[in-house]
Every structure is written in C-alpha cells, then in structure tokens.
C-alpha cells in the first residue's frame, strides 16, 4: 500500500498568514493527489484535485504545488474559515489511501 | 445537486453485522463509482471499498471477507455490510462519489456515527 506522511500533525496561525501543510508519497504516485478539508462533524470537502488543480468554488487563496513525491498544500491569507483539519489522499493505486491529517488552528 | 446521504445504526453489539445504505441523487450509479470511506473518533480516513458503475466491486484487503458492497440501482442506492464487528470498528462512516477509476472522490455524504458496544 501507498503511505502518505503528512507534516505537520497540528499547527496555529495567526489571521492573515501564510501556511504550507506537506505530504509524502512512499512511491510514484504522478499528480494523483488531492486535498480535503474538514470541518469538526462534518463530511470532507475537495479543495485539490490534479495536486495542484482548484475544485470550483474554492477560493484561490489555497494552492497546491508538488516537487517529485512531496505535495504541499498553501493557504494565503488565513482567514477564521479556513480552520479544520486538512488531509491529503492518493488516488493514483488501489487501496486508496490518506494522509493522517493536519489540524489547522487560527489564533 | 449532487447528494449523497448514508443512513444506518448508531449502535452495533460486538461480533454482530452493520448494514448501512447510501442513497444518492443527481447523478446515477451506473455513470459513477461509489466508495466508502470511515474515519474513528479523532483519527484519519481509510479506505473499505468500491462498487463500480458498471457493477464490479473492489475492496481493502484490511477487511478481509468481513465485508460486502452491492447495489440497487432502481432505488439510487449503495449497500455497505461488515460482519464480525470489533469495538474498533467504531468510526464514521461515508460514502463518496467518483467519477471514473483514476479521478478522486469529489462529493461525500454527511456520513453516520456508528459505535461498536460490548
């Protein structure tokens, strides 16, 4: 199976910051990667698809870049919405797998 | 629009079977793939399996024989069953929506809380 090692587990940032949250693919996983964000009981919600592609409707403040097995995922400009908890997900093998997701906390 | 809504027990004895159905609207099952997905209480998601539109099914080798998909089409509906229930089995679980075998998953489901009790 693909493991997806995300970094970091939690982190605080301030209104207005810029934040990067990572993911490392254990193989080749090309640009099949996306990234969801959850929010305390609910369901998650794609940002990124494509690792760096915007899903419809999600603010261009959050981007997605990758550099051979390491994804990275960055949101501008942090605003008291973009708290939750973010997961990376590899769609490119079959088990599907996920990272083990990062907590986001805005100060 | 787009929905898919899971509806099963909250509460499943030890060893016993959970059965949970998604039922989905805005889209067919015989265009799209449906997977579902479980998170336990404050850990990350993984992945159980897939039923296929055109009615294949695939599944994590982590649930061994343990677990079932099927489908009934004329009712827009996805079945999950597990047998053999253990107390970490607990966890939310989510159906979600892709649209073919080397796309993500783009739409979920609100998911159901089920806790397994001794």
């Known amino acids: 199976d693909i493991q997806m090692t995300q970094s970091p587990s939690s982190m605080s940032a301030s209104l207005g910051d810029t934040v990067t949250i990572n993911c490392l693919a254990s193989?080749?996983?090309?640009?099949?990667l996306s990234w969801y964000q959850q929010k305390p009981g609910k369901s998650p919600k794609l940002m990124i698809y494509g690792a760096t592609n915007l899903e419809d409707g999600v603010p261009s403040r959050f981007s997605g870049s990758r550099s051979g097995s390491d994804y990275s995922l960055t949101i501008n400009s942090l605003g008291y919405d973009d708290e939750g908890i973010y997961h990376c997900?590899?769609?490119?093998?079959?088990?599907?797998?996920f990272g083990s997701g990062t907590k986001l906390e805005i100060k | 629009q787009v929905q898919l809504k899971e509806t099963g027990p909250d509460l499943v004895q030890l060893t016993q079977t959970l059965s949970i159905t998604c039922t989905v609207s805005?889209?067919?099952?015989?265009?799209?793939?449906v997977h579902w997905v479980r998170q336990p209480p404050g850990k990350g998601l993984e992945w159980m399996g897939a039923?296929?539109?055109?009615?294949?099914?695939d599944y994590n080798s982590a649930f061994k024989s343990r677990l079932s998909i099927s489908r009934d089409t004329s009712k827009s509906q996805v079945f999950l069953k597990m047998n053999s229930l253990q107390t970490d089995d607990t966890a939310k679980y989510f159906c979600?929506?892709?649209?073919?075998?080397?796309?993500?998953?783009?739409?979920w489901g609100q998911g159901v809380m089920v806790t397994v009790s001794s």
């Open positions: 805005g889209f067919s099952l015989t265009t799209y793939n």
């Open positions: 997900h590899q769609y490119y093998e079959y088990p599907l797998t």
């Open positions: 193989q080749d996983i090309g640009n099949y």
């Open positions: 979600a929506r892709q649209d073919n075998i080397g796309t993500t998953l783009d739409y």
């Open positions: 039923m296929w539109n055109g009615g294949g099914t």
